[in-house]
């Protein structure tokens, strides 16, 4: 059954709703909570809550219990449902506040060979030698222990604004809806890595659809291209290795 959201609640800034979501006495954030806090933004806010927490370290098969729920809204947001519908036993499905909050506040660093390389190495590309901005170079000084996912999404809050509205629209919506249906299934299937791709390309598209901003959904689909680059390379690995194994069997064999 849908949620009520809070009065007024669709006023408050979006990093505002995830901190206070922190902050709640209870020990378990429900899905019913999430859906009551983010209001009319339900589509893109859950959906973006969901990918950030299917991207922390978790036992076989609990990327599952992020991917249902997401596929589920996505279906909706593809049919033109004007808020969230979830059945009565997805929305006491719960995870600990504490990890919650350690995924929003916690400050994540690139690795140090990544930090080494973005501020010493050149890129070649087309026979011309190419380095990092200054720009880019100050920030990743300036941060040597990263940045939290908190002060992230309040730096995008800044950047994003509405803007290319053919690629938020109605017609749009559905298309996105249905990409990220593939999205959630590829970061539910056990492959080694492949959750990282699928899980930043549905934070994209996300917040696309909060902030209504076409280039947020641009990006979504680079990142989606990618995740299915990525899965086609996975799957050509497994297949030569496959024909190699029956290779050496059917040697075996005679």
Request: glycine letters at 6%.
């Amino acid at each position: 059954m849908p949620a009520q959201p809070p009065p007024n609640d669709d006023l408050r800034r979006f990093s505002d709703v995830l901190e206070d979501l922190s902050h709640a006495p209870e020990s378990k954030l429900t899905m019913s909570e999430l859906v009551a806090s983010f209001g009319e933004r339900g589509f893109g806010a859950m959906i973006l809550i969901l990918s950030l927490l299917a991207l922390l370290p978790w036992p076989p098969g609990g990327k599952a219990v992020f991917a249902v729920p997401i596929i589920l809204m996505s279906l909706e947001l593809a049919f033109q449902r004007q808020s969230v519908w979830l059945p009565r036993w997805m929305l006491k499905a719960s995870v600990s506040r504490a990890a919650y909050t350690s995924l929003i506040a916690t400050p994540f660093a690139a690795p140090a060979r990544l930090r080494r390389w973005v501020l010493s190495a050149k890129v070649r590309i087309a026979g011309r030698r190419y380095i990092f901005s200054d720009g880019v170079r100050r920030a990743v000084r300036r941060r040597p222990n990263g940045v939290s996912v908190l002060k992230m999404v309040r730096a995008i809050e800044r950047l994003t604004r509405p803007r290319l509205p053919l690629l938020t629209g109605d017609v749009a919506d559905t298309f996105t809806g249905l990409v990220c249906v593939v999205l959630a299934l590829i970061m539910a299937l056990p492959i080694p890595f492949g959750d990282a791709l699928p899980g930043i390309a549905l934070v994209l598209f996300a917040l696309g659809m909060m902030q209504r901003d076409g280039v947020a959904i641009l990006l979504g689909v680079v990142a989606t291209a990618a995740s299915a680059l990525y899965l086609f390379l996975i799957w050509a690995t497994v297949v030569e290795v496959a024909q190699h194994v029956t290779g050496w069997f059917a040697k075996l064999l005679h």
